[in-house]
T-cell receptor, first 114, second 113 residues
Framework: DAKTTQPPSMDCAEGRAANLPCNHS???????VYWYRQIHSQGPQYIIH???NNETNEMASLIITEDRKSSTLILPHATLRDTAVYYC???????????????FGQGTILTVHP | GAGVSQSPSNKVTEKGKDVELRCDPI?????LYWYRQSLGQGLEFLIY????????KSGLPSDRFSAERTGGSVSTLTIQRTQQEDSAVYLC???????????FGPGTRLTVT
């Protein structure tokens, strides 16, 4: 799986947008970008994924650059409950040899403050 | 609906003893995964079951670790002759075949004294 690089920590004011960057310059054509988060003392939670196009769901938006070498997770209106470690992961889709397991890096600790 | 459940939530054991950790996946999920998270470390993949296929055991750290999945549902992770470095939170996840999301349980915190 491609290696990802994320800033170790970020701060965000409550009610503002949180923009979390991720670099994945060695991503291959059949690898998806996934975002998970882990709130303290809980298991990770799936947020969103994408291949080429930008994606949006009820939790967040995912912006993937045209060359697919980087992406940004956007939490449009951050709340205190969004304080967590955010993981950016790249992984092959179904049929790929590495499909299945997720390889987590160190992630970004996002702190949302009042 | 019910999510992934794991038991026990906490386990304290003495070095050298065997332990069994249980995972109940979401009903109907064909894929099941085990991960562990040591203090100050990231999440580390251990093993992956998909339907009736042979499991991907590539993440198991030693032959003291094993896992089985009975009837395509419940899974048990067994650690034999536990060592202090086995202390960690063991997380289980499940997913539907062909889907992207993995749903994680709350984990079992294992402490080896």
């Amino acid at each position: 799986d491609a290696k990802t690089t994320q800033p170790p920590s970020m701060d965000c004011a409550e009610g503002r947008a949180a923009n979390l960057p991720c670099n994945h310059s060695t991503i291959s054509g059949n690898e998806y970008v996934y975002w998970y988060r882990q709130i303290h003392s809980q298991g990770p939670q799936y947020i969103i994924h994408g291949l080429k196009n930008n994606e949006t769901n009820e939790m967040a938006s995912l912006i993937i650059t045209e060359d697919r070498k980087s992406s940004t997770l956007i939490l449009p209106h951050a709340t205190l409950r969004d304080t967590a470690v955010y993981y950016c992961i790249v992984r092959e889709g179904a049929g790929g040899t590495s499909y299945g397991k997720l390889t987590f890096g160190q992630g970004t600790i996002l702190t949302v403050h009042p | 609906g019910a999510g992934v459940s794991q038991s026990p939530s906490n386990k304290v054991t003495e070095k050298g003893k065997d332990v069994e950790l249980r995972c109940d996946p979401i009903s109907g999920h064909t894929a099941l995964y085990w991960y562990r998270q040591s203090l100050g470390q990231g999440l580390e993949f251990l093993i992956y079951f998909q339907g009736n296929s042979a499991p991907d055991k590539s993440g198991l750290p030693s032959d003291r670790f094993s896992a089985e999945r009975t009837g395509g549902s419940v899974s048990t992770l067994t650690i034999q002759r536990t060592q202090q470095e086995d202390s960690a939170v063991y997380l289980c996840a499940s997913s539907l075949r062909g889907t992207h999301e993995q749903y994680f349980g709350p984990g079992t915190r294992l402490t080896v004294t």
